[in-house]
């Protein structure tokens, strides 16, 4: 029973790394936006915005337990394996998707969902540096769930300026 109870808790920390992804030697955080930029927009075409925030709600609470367990098994800080928080703040990026069928406003939009959202997370302006000083997994999750609300009201800025309504407004 112990060591059924070992694998489980391993399992779930290494949830937190979406396994193999944080493993990666170069870039993790960024493989692991890039890919969540893919799914995120995937899922957010398939199940509709409203369905989508409510995942990314879900996904995010997750996020805080198997990260808070990651934190616990390998006593890391804020390990750089961890990339769980990448996809919360990059589909929370994702959501300024302007509404419209032009594939080449939604490429625009993605690709500045991504530099954006990976801005925000390299330099930590601002309050994200504080949100990363919580303890444990919401420490590791707080700061990029912050930066990726930093990259969508960005977005939503300028898509604002040039007359595009937002998916999300509708």
Not at 9 to 26: C, D, N, Q, S, T
């Amino acid at each position: 029973m112990m060591i059924r109870k070992n694998i489980t808790i391993l399992f779930l920390a290494k949830l937190a790394e979406v396994y193999p992804i944080g493993r990666i030697k170069i870039a993790p955080g960024t493989f692991a936006s890039f890919l969540a930029l893919i799914i995120g927009y995937y899922l957010l075409e398939k199940i509709g915005i409203i369905n989508f925030i409510i995942f990314i709600s879900v996904f995010s609470l997750i996020g805080v337990i198997v990260s808070e367990i990651h934190v616990k098994i390998f006593k890391i800080k804020d390990p750089k394996e961890v990339v769980i928080d990448e996809f919360s703040g990059q589909f929370i990026s994702i959501l300024a998707l302007p509404y419209t069928n032009n594939n080449i406003d939604i490429i625009i939009s993605l690709t500045l969902s991504f530099l954006l959202f990976r801005f925000f997370d390299i330099t930590k302006l601002g309050p994200i540096k504080k949100f990363e000083l919580l303890p444990g997994g919401i420490g590791i999750m707080a700061d990029d769930v912050v930066a990726g609300i930093c990259a969508f009201i960005v977005q939503c800025g300028i898509w604002t300026y040039f007359n595009q309504q937002l998916l999300i407004t509708i």
